[in-house]
């Protein structure tokens, strides 16, 4: 394509649904079969809560298979609209039902420019669908699409400025999962495993600095816990805070983080709207408290603040007692084992909530002040990072969401756009 041109979708892209696959299909391990739950609203791909069929079976589903630039749409039920981008890692993977994939027809359109018109181009049809009684979305309401489609080699500049902002945002999650699972591990085998006191019972060879070696006990003692160490509960170092605040006292631009901005086992809080719709009285937070989702507490919502605001209450505001535990707890509240017995331990059964009187009886093995500063000290700049990364990341998303429409109309060029992408990264 040479110059700029009017097509519809259907001319460049063909687009196809996934296949209703059933649960008894599913195994343990095998071909990823991705679902709507599996996009996040970022449009990245996750596996959480990731489901497979054997790759025997998958042989029999070749045509539902997705492949690296596919655009996704979810066309029906509460999350129509949503958008998924899939890149190389998230393959192989299969289309699971409830899903449209648009992929680009050879040479006719740049695959990565057809994802970012298809994010403006969507936005038309689920406008008639918000002003109708309908749900879903037809095919033939997408394909009929019509926009203006510049020569190859500017669909090849906006793809790729566009993607270099949106691959920093996943640079930045990668790199949180990152931070947060060393930090996990590393609470894990000082304070769960005591792997440094087991070391040194077993003459095996120091695998710390000798500054913080030398601060774990030398054997275990009655308890199975590490000498001088002590049994206590959270509350001996953790408190509830957050006082209530009224609706009608909030400034409206006011962050408010709602249990549906948390995500599920990530302590990273990238998502948060302004106040203007609260009519009820919420909690406040400040930066670096930590938030636990008490409603339906087996969804592991837990989450260092990365801003000063305001949260629904359903969501349990605490922090430590002394500034020196605060990755202790952090990383405790967050654990596995602890999120399994605020479930064990709610009240209610379909819609079960733990509240801080059960969560500040959970029992936990007590280091002493030197080892809890030392661990503060190890996570402490991987949860600065943390916090760091979601807000350059929500800066790039808005670069991302200013020059899309822009850059699609023709209204900016690339090379003012690329001045704008260099002041944001």
């Known amino acids: 394509m040479d110059s700029t041109r009017l097509v519809t979708l259907g001319d460049v892209a063909e687009l196809s649904g996934g296949f209703a696959f059933k649960s008894e299909q599913y195994v343990d391990f095998g071909r990823f079969v991705l679902r709507t739950v599996n996009i996040r609203d970022d449009a990245s791909i996750t596996r959480d809560g990731a489901v497979f069929i054997s790759e025997d079976d998958a042989r029999n589903f070749g045509r539902f298979a997705l492949q690296e630039h596919d655009t996704l749409f979810v066309m029906v039920a509460a999350t129509l609209g949503k958008i998924g981008y899939v890149r190389k890692g998230d393959l192989p993977a299969l289309l699971n039902q409830n899903m449209w994939v648009i992929r680009a027809k050879p040479g006719r359109v740049d695959p990565v420019y057809l994802h970012y018109q298809f994010r403006e181009l969507s936005k038309i049809p689920l406008a008639w669908v918000g002003g109708s009684a309908r749900s879903f979305l037809r095919r033939d309401d997408v394909r009929t699409l019509k926009f203006i489609l510049p020569d190859q080699r500017t669909q090849g500049l906006i793809g790729e400025l566009l993607k270099a902002l949106d691959d920093k945002i996943e640079l930045n999650r990668r790199m949180n999962e990152t931070l947060e699972a060393m930090a996990r591990a590393i609470f894990k085998d000082w304070f769960v495993d005591f792997g440094p006191t087991r070391a040194k019972m077993e003459g095996r060879a120091s695998y710390l600095a000798p500054d913080i070696w030398s601060l774990f006990p030398d054997r275990l003692d009655d308890d199975g816990k590490p000498e001088r160490w002590r049994t206590g509960k959270l509350g001996d170092v953790a408190k509830q805070v957050g006082q209530t605040v009224s609706p009608e006292t909030l400034d409206p631009e006011t962050p408010y983080i709602g249990l549906e901005h948390m995500p599920r086992r990530s302590i990273a809080l990238s998502e948060w709207e302004g106040a203007g719709k609260v009519t009820s009285g919420k909690l406040a937070f400040q930066r670096g408290d930590f938030l636990f989702g008490k409603l339906r507490p087996y969804f592991h919502k837990v989450g260092i603040a990365p801003l000063d605001g305001i949260c629904s209450t359903d969501i349990v505001v605490l922090n430590a007692r002394e500034r020196s535990a605060a990755a202790f707890v952090l990383a405790c509240i967050s654990q596995d084992e602890f999120v399994a017995f605020t479930d064990r331990t709610s009240d209610g059964t379909k819609m079960p909530r733990t509240s801080w009187s ?47 429409p822009k850059l699609m109309s023709g209204e900016v060029r690339v090379k003012d756009a690329e001045k704008l992408v260099g002041e944001a990264t």
């Open 358 to 404: 059960r969560m500040e009886r959970y029992g936990l093995c007590l280091p002493d002040g030197a080892a809890l500063e030392a661990f503060n000290a190890f996570a402490n700049p991987m949860l600065g990072r943390i916090v760091a990364n979601i807000h350059e990341s929500r800066t790039l998303a808005a670069t991302r969401d200013l020059l899309l």
